[in-house]
C-alpha cells in the first residue's frame, strides 16, 4: 500500500546555485500538495528529483518505492504526427479511442481528435498533454505549471476535469498560483 512520501534534509545544488538546501517536507497519500517559490527556486529540480531525472546531492526520499508516476511538464512533450487521441492512447493500453475522444470532450476538445496535434493550439495541445497524464497508470501524478497558457475559461474547466481524474491519488502540483492551489484542493501549500 503505498505511504506518504517523505523527503528529509534534500538538498541540490548547480555549481555555485543551491536550489534546495536540507528541504525537507511530507507528501500525504492520495492529497494534493502544490509547491510554490519564485522563478528559479527550486520547484522544477524538486519535481525531477522526485521523478528519478536528477539526483539529490544529499538527503533521502522514501514512499515512492514500487509507485507508477504520471507528470504533466512545463512543456508538452507530445507526439506532433500524431492524433490527440493517439497521444493520450500511448500512456496505458487500457484507454479505448472511445475513453479518449470521451477525455477530449471533457476538456472542449471534441471535434479535435483526429487531427494532428502539431496543428492544435497552445491551449490545446496543453490540454491534450494534461488527459494524456491523467488517464496513465499512475499513484503519483507531477503538475509542473499545468494550466499555464490556458485562458480562464478553459483553466476552470480543467482544473475540474484534472482533479475529478486524480481523485484519491498523490499530485504535487508546482504553480505560481494559489488560486489553482486551491480550485485542485490542494491539503498544503509547501513554500520553497
Do not use: W
Not at 76 to 99: E, F, G, M, Q, Y
Not at 121 to 149: C, H, N, Q, T, W
Not at 168 to 186: D, N, P, Q, R, Y
Amino acid at each position: 500500500m503505498a505511504a506518504d512520501i517523505i523527503l528529509t534534509d534534500l538538498t541540490k545544488s548547480f555549481g555555485d546555485n543551491c536550489v534546495l538546501k536540507q528541504f525537507t517536507a511530507a507528501f500525504p497519500k492520495g492529497k494534493v500538495t502544490a509547491i510554490m517559490a519564485p522563478s528559479g527556486g527550486g520547484k522544477t529540480t524538486l519535481l525531477r528529483i522526485l521523478m528519478g531525472l536528477e539526483q539529490a546531492d544529499a538527503g533521502t526520499i522514501s514512499g515512492m518505492e514500487g509507485m507508477r508516476l504520471s507528470a504533466v511538464f512545463q512543456e508538452d512533450r507530445l507526439c506532433t504526427n500524431l492524433s490527440p487521441s493517439a497521444n493520450i492512447r500511448l500512456t496505458s493500453s487500457k484507454v479505448s479511442k472511445a475513453a479518449a475522444a470521451l477525455a477530449l470532450e471533457s476538456v472542449g476538445l471534441d471535434g479535435n481528435s483526429r487531427q494532428p496535434v502539431r496543428e492544435l493550439s497552445g491551449g490545446m495541445r496543453r490540454r491534450v498533454a494534461i488527459l494524456r497524464a491523467l488517464m496513465a497508470d499512475y499513484d503519483i501524478l507531477f503538475l509542473d505549471e499545468p494550466f499555464k497558457g490556458l485562458d480562464e475559461a478553459t483553466k476552470e474547466l480543467v482544473i475540474q476535469d484534472t482533479r475529478k481524474r486524480s481523485a484519491g491519488k498523490t499530485v504535487i502540483l508546482v504553480t505560481h498560483e494559489k488560486e489553482e492551489a486551491a480550485a485542485m484542493g490542494a491539503c498544503q501549500i509547501l513554500e520553497l
